[in-house]
């Protein structure tokens, strides 16, 4: 069935660059999706990827997808502590958007 | 900004018991959804909805569970018979067309059941 693996936690030093990596198993996802979540809030979408790209950019978020490995990452640019967050990686099959576990980022000062 | 609002925000109840969670979606979406986490796990799909009825749903949805959209604005999901194990955080969540890809998610309704 589908599945969404990513890693649980990474920490990073405000100012440098974040990279939340993601696997995923269904090779017809049409999206490809990155949520962020603070404490006791909801799902905010941050950005998606339409399957047949391999990048996109939005101000300090990049997101870039390997099709063939089925690999997901997401860059955060210039980390800031309002970045502290669990990143859920997501993939759309069919009618359902199936999530991973979350990356819980951790900023150092 | 259009946002998808769920009532209430929190609920205790009893084993045993039943619950309505409500969700309005943003407005002139079509696609909506019912997604749980339980505290520190991962966000699990329940259903998805679509013109009026069940389009997909997952093994966590079974009988003991129910959606609804009575009136055109609403979809609520209703559990019956709470067991301890129901306690999670409940997003809805809805999109507009299919080929968007974006689907925004609700600020979830705590269910606790003691």
């Known amino acids: 069935g589908e599945d969404v693996e990513q890693s649980l936690f990474l920490s990073v030093r405000e100012g440098d660059s974040s990279v939340i990596n993601c696997t995923y198993t269904?090779?017809?996802?049409?999206?490809l999706y990155w949520y962020k979540q603070e404490p006791g809030a909801g799902l905010q979408l941050l950005t998606y990827?339409?399957?047949?790209?391999d990048m996109k950019q939005d101000q300090r978020l990049t997101v870039l997808l390997n099709k063939k490995d089925k690999h997901l990452s997401l860059r955060i640019a210039d980390t800031q502590t309002g970045d502290s967050a669990i990143y859920f990686c997501a993939e759309r099959s069919d009618d359902k958007i199936i999530f991973g576990k979350g990356t819980r980022l951790h900023i150092l000062p | 900004e259009p946002e998808v609002t769920q009532t209430p925000s929190h609920q205790v109840t009893q084993m045993g018991q039943e619950v309505i969670l409500r969700c309005v979606p943003i407005?002139?979406?079509?696609?909506f959804y019912w997604y749980r986490q339980i505290l520190g796990q991962k966000v699990e799909f329940l259903v998805s909805?679509?013109?009026?009825?069940?389009?997909?749903k997952s093994e966590i949805f079974d009988d003991q569970f129910s959606v609804e959209r009575p009136d055109g604005s609403n979809f609520t999901l209703k559990i019956r018979s709470t067991k301890l194990e129901d306690s999670a955080m409940y997003f809805c969540a809805s999109m507009g067309q299919a080929n968007t890809g974006e689907l925004f998610f609700g600020e979830g309704s705590r269910l606790t059941v003691l």
């Open positions: 990827i339409f399957s047949n790209m």
């Open positions: 407005s002139n979406h079509l696609y």
């Open positions: 909805f679509y013109n009026n009825e069940i389009s997909e």
């Open positions: 269904d090779s017809s996802s049409t999206y």
